[in-house]
């Protein structure tokens, strides 16, 4: 950090990460995943070195390439690097519905948590990066200390629960 800045400045209250940009080993293996298993909408490709998905029309959510990673291992345990990015849907049923786009796909997930703040399914890309579906709780219903800040935890997220909700989708 430079020695002049002395002051905290916050960022902007309506401040968002907007996309995520992977290096991936596969494109193909990767565009399927995000594509077929994860539900987004490919809207662009360069060729056979990098493709562009989102969802609901944006101009890209996830990114992904091969232009300096192609046939790439995984990095190591241990490392540094990207430990999850999180994809946050709009309602509980949304991500229950992912839950079981997931199921449907044979895809394991790594854990599953309620944070108070938000519920989270924790699972791995086939490169190995970390992704968290999450649904936010309104912030009314958050967990607050006596003086106002955050009360999060990790308790055990009840996922029949969580799937009754996206049966209750199709049924």
Known sequence: ????????????????????????????????????????DIV?????????????????????NTWESSGGNTPPRGTTGLYHFAINYPTR?????????LLDHGWQIDGASDHGTH????????????IELAWDRDPAEWPRQPDGNLDMFTHRL??????????????
Request: without cysteine.
């Open 119 to 130: 519920e989270a399914l924790y699972l791995h890309d086939p490169d190995l990066n970390g």
């Open 93 to 101: 049923r949304d991500l229950a519905v992912a839950f079981k786009r």
């Open 158 to 171: 009840d996922l029949r629960d969580l799937l009754s909700e996206a049966e209750a989708v199709t049924a």
């Open 1 to 40: 950090m430079a020695d002049n800045i002395t002051t905290y400045q916050p960022a902007p209250a309506g401040t968002h990460i907007g996309h995520v940009h992977l290096k991936v080993a596969d494109l193909e293996r990767a565009v399927t995943f995000y594509h077929e298993v994860m539900g987004f």
């Open 44 to 64: 662009a490709r360069y060729g056979t070195q990098a493709a562009f998905l989102s969802a609901g029309g944006y101009h890209h959510h996830i990114g992904l």
